[in-house]
């Protein structure tokens, strides 16, 4: 059975703890209801434990039209917890996709539950002119 070319694999990896299978395949699941096309490609988001990137990607052309980082320095150097940095990071990534010449995207949380950090760069995104 060929796979689609959005999902990278249909199963966790076994050497994965359960909560990260659990949140692989939620993940999964919601990449099978979300694509990104070239008039509203996807902002997808990625937390590790102190930083949290995110990316507009168009799936069609497989390409990132914008990216940005807590990892930045302009991020880091910045004072406040980590949902205060995530905010900047969104509003970071707003300017960057609104440059690009991205309005409306389409919101992938990649299986993360949207509260905390994520609900705060998707807060910050928004204030940044980004639709979705």
Do not use: C
Not at 18 to 23: N, Y
Not at 50 to 74: C, F
Not at 79 to 86: L, N, Q
């Amino acid at each position: 059975m060929p796979r689609s070319q959005n999902t990278q694999s249909l199963s966790a990896p076994k050497h994965t703890s359960a909560k990260t299978a659990s949140r692989f395949r939620r993940q999964v699941r919601g990449r099978k209801r979300i694509s990104g096309l070239p008039e509203r490609p996807r902002l997808v988001v990625f937390r590790s434990a102190r930083h949290i990137t995110a990316q507009v990607i168009d799936d069609v052309a497989g390409h990132t039209l914008a990216s940005a980082s807590s990892m930045e320095v302009p991020v880091r150097t910045a004072t406040g917890d980590k949902s205060d940095k995530a905010k900047q990071v969104g509003q970071l990534v707003a300017e960057r996709a609104k440059a690009a010449g991205v309005e409306q995207v389409v919101f992938d949380r990649a299986g993360n539950r949207y509260h905390g950090r994520v609900a705060a760069l998707a807060d910050g995104a928004r204030e940044g002119g980004l639709g979705f």
